[in-house]
């Protein structure tokens, strides 16, 4: 065997273990009892619409027979056992359907929902986001929205048809082959003066024709592969572009930013459709062999076997039996050729699960060099802070937050006092070092999320509204200067597009007001309030927390807030090479003085 067909063998057995990772959880999962007996049964469904093609064969010949013979009796009694078998073949049809479609609903739903899961725990969601960004191409697909809403369906689907098709060539193939074999009987060919008695020479012939078309097929279609895989990845590029037009229409629109938006969305779609022309070509070349090798393969058994018909070595109902055998036979063999293409669309649908699921799977075993720990202060040891691309911000860093403090960070922007809060929260995964946090803590951060939907679910998110009565919840939004929203609970919106910066900014003010946790951790929150709102919310928020038993950590740039501290941290940019601890950009001072305008 060539080193370059092991090879290719050894990539067909990866794929094949990799679908067998991919689908071998469903059947192992909580559902493996109905999923394995749904299996079966479409298994047993596969093998009877086999057995039923075959008694199609054998009537074919006495048909065929009772037509030559002019045997009305026998014409009519065959009309007759037609009428069954074309009963059993649509029974067994429309129920093979219809139990495949639940099953690959079922697996659907399973393998969507586990994914769901996975990805949505431990911030896997987010890690997997900040590796794709900072360039950690091992493990970090691109586009998991479409890896789970489409790359499932089509997974499943194809992994469902094209199996069972497989098993439906091959039974085929077990049936007709020895019916082939004994209807070949002895043939006697021809060839340059000499004549050559072969055994089961239809089966022989069957076989070759096949061979043949598979490897042109392969040869042809390969590039399908690829081709596909690419698509499915510009596809998603285009859809996410479109996406973030849509969510991003409003600056779009402020900075006349049409027209190079329209020009990036015109340059993803050239992507999109670049590749599918290519793949179309691709296409034409395998339907144009294909639809040759269909074609060719109705007549090909009766130029061979046409020869001893009109020797008189057999009926016509037993040539028109070849010929029907023959098309079965090749049609298995054949298996391939004719499911190139969804060959091609399931391996490039295998491939990127698989490096989704890897991606996950990655993230899941990592080595957290974070030690995060609960504790009634917080407190951190030998933290270090770092950017994605391992540049440290912040090393060595031992500070103390105690019940009843407020510290003020400042430090220029860019200097890692969000990435100093999203250690602290425990989800930065490029810090290092230990960190005690409170339990009853609330981060805020610049941007907050505010979903659409009801404004009372907007208010409590995440929590349910049904956690607060409505009182409680009109409360809130009057102590954070929404009075007006006060009589809209029930209103259903697009908040984030609707609500001004600032009302946004009192929405997620009103939530902690809402739920007043012990602990607040609070990033530049009323950057967009005036000064008389600011000092108002801050006063509330401080005497919420105090009130609790907590204290506050805040990041603002304006002097005003430091009214509501009685600590100031200040990150303090560092000259290269004045040997700061571990190299890094910034150096944290800490003072009780008083906190003047960053
Ligand atoms: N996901 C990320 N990938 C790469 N770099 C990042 C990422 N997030 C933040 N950074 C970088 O980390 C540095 C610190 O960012 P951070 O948001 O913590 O600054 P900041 O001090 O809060 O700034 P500002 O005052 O402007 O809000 C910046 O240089 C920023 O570009």
């Known amino acids: 065997m060539s080193s370059s067909v092991t090879a290719r063998a050894a990539t067909f057995a990866q794929v094949l273990k990799r679908v067998f990772a991919l689908s071998a959880p469903y059947f192992r999962s909580e559902e493996k009892w109905r999923a394995r007996v749904m299996l079966l049964g479409i298994v047993a469904l596969n093998l009877f619409y086999v057995y039923v093609a075959v008694l199609g064969n054998e009537w074919y010949g006495r ?22 078998i074309a009963f059993f073949n649509i029974a067994v049809q429309v129920l093979k359907f219809y139990v495949t479609q639940l099953l690959q609903l079922r697996w659907r739903a399973w393998m969507t929902r586990s994914y769901l899961s996975r990805w949505m725990a431990d911030r896997t969601f987010y890690h997997l986001e900040l590796a794709r960004y900072a360039g950690k191409d091992g493990h970090t697909p691109d586009n998991p929205d479409q890896r789970i809403q489409e790359d499932m369906q089509i997974f499943t689907s194809a992994t469902m048809t094209l199996s069972m098709g497989l098993l439906n060539a091959v039974v085929t193939l077990m049936s007709f082959i020895g019916l082939l074999w004994g209807l070949s009987g002895n043939f006697s060919l021809t060839f340059g003066g000499t004549t050559y008695q072969i055994v089961g020479a239809m089966v022989w012939v069957a076989l070759g024709y096949s061979i043949l078309g598979t490897v042109i097929t392969h040869f042809i279609g390969r590039p399908l592969i690829r081709l596909n895989f690419t698509q499915q990845r510009y596809e998603a590029d285009f859809r996410h572009h479109l996406v973030r037009v849509r969510e991003y229409s409003e600056a779009i629109a402020l900075d006349k930013g049409e027209k190079v938006e329209r020009e990036q969305l015109d340059l993803r779609f050239g992507d999109v459709l670049r590749n599918y022309l290519l793949l179309i070509k691709q296409q034409k070349n395998l339907v144009t062999f294909t639809s040759f090798f269909g074609q060719a393969a109705v007549i090909f058994p009766f130029l061979v076997a046409g020869q001893q018909y009109f020797g008189g070595a057999f009926q016509l109902g037993h040539l028109m039996q070849i010929g029907s055998a023959f098309g079965k036979v090749q049609e298995s063999l054949s298996w391939f050729v004719d499911n190139y293409d969804s060959v091609a669309v399931w391996r490039a649908t295998t491939d990127r699960l698989t490096s989704f699921d890897d991606g996950m799977r990655a993230h899941a075993e990592r080595e957290d060099g974070l030690q995060h720990s609960p504790s009634a202060m917080l407190q951190t040891g030998d933290l270090t802070v770092a950017l994605p691309n391992g540049v440290p911000l912040l090393a060595g860093a031992a500070l103390a937050v105690k019940p009843g403090d407020s510290v003020l960070l400042q430090g220029p922007s860019g200097s890692g006092k969000s990435t100093l809060f999203r250690s602290f929260a425990g989800i930065w995964p490029f810090s290092k070092g230990r960190i005690q946090v409170p339990d009853n803590v609330a981060f805020m951060p610049q941007r907050p999320y505010v979903p659409d939907g009801k404004l009372r679910d907007a208010l409590t998110y995440p929590n349910p509204a049904a956690d607060f009565t409505d009182d409680q919840l009109r409360q809130a939004l009057t102590d954070a200067l929404l009075p007006d929203l006060a009589a809209r609970l029930d209103d259903s919106d697009a908040w984030s597009q609707k609500l001004s910066g600032g009302e946004q900014q009192r929405l997620a003010i009103a939530r902690v007001l809402l739920k007043k946790p ?81």
């Open 63 to 84: 048909f065929y027979d009772a037509l030559q013979n002019k045997d009305s009796v026998a014409f009519w009694r065959e009309v007759g056992v037609f009428g069954w």
């Open 518 to 598: 012990a602990w607040l951790f609070a990033d530049e929150i009323t950057s967009a309030l005036d000064a008389k709102a600011e000092s108002e919310l801050y006063k509330r928020l401080s005497d919420t927390v105090h009130a609790a038993g907590g204290a506050m950590v805040s990041i603002a740039h304006r002097a005003a807030v430091g009214d509501f501290h009685n600590q100031r941290w200040t990150l303090v940019p560092q000259e290269e090479g004045t040997g700061t601890a571990g190299g890094a950009r910034y150096r944290l001072n800490t003072s009780t003085a008083q906190p003047a305008a960053a």
